[in-house]
């Protein structure tokens, strides 16, 4: 699963290809954490993070929408995806 971007140990994840499940997604991994996010709204759709990475990872969402969903476009049709600068 390619790295989009890494801040204060959170690591940014998104598969590729077109297996990949509806909502647009990425997924956040935090030391044995991990959790996955909605794109759109932000709203985590499974697993767990500690309230300070989810936090982090929300702020990090707001300011990156745009290029999340570029990304999601480009790994649905199984394209190298772009790096996401860090919070």
């Not at 940014?12 to 509806?22: A, N």
């Not at 309230?51 to 394209?79: C, F, G, I, M, Y």
Request: overall charge positive; some cysteine.
């Amino acid at each position: 699963m390619p790295e989009i971007c890494r801040f204060r140990g959170i690591r940014i994840t998104m598969y590729s290809g077109m297996r990949e499940h509806p909502p647009p997604h990425f997924h956040a991994r935090h030391g044995t954490y991990e959790a996955v996010f909605d794109i759109q709204t932000g709203g985590m759709i499974d697993g767990s993070l500690p309230a300070s990475a989810v936090r982090l990872v929300e702020k990090w969402r707001a300011l990156h929408q745009a290029e999340l969903e570029e990304n999601w476009r480009l790994a649905r049709d199984q394209r190298m995806l772009n790096p996401i600068k860090p919070l």
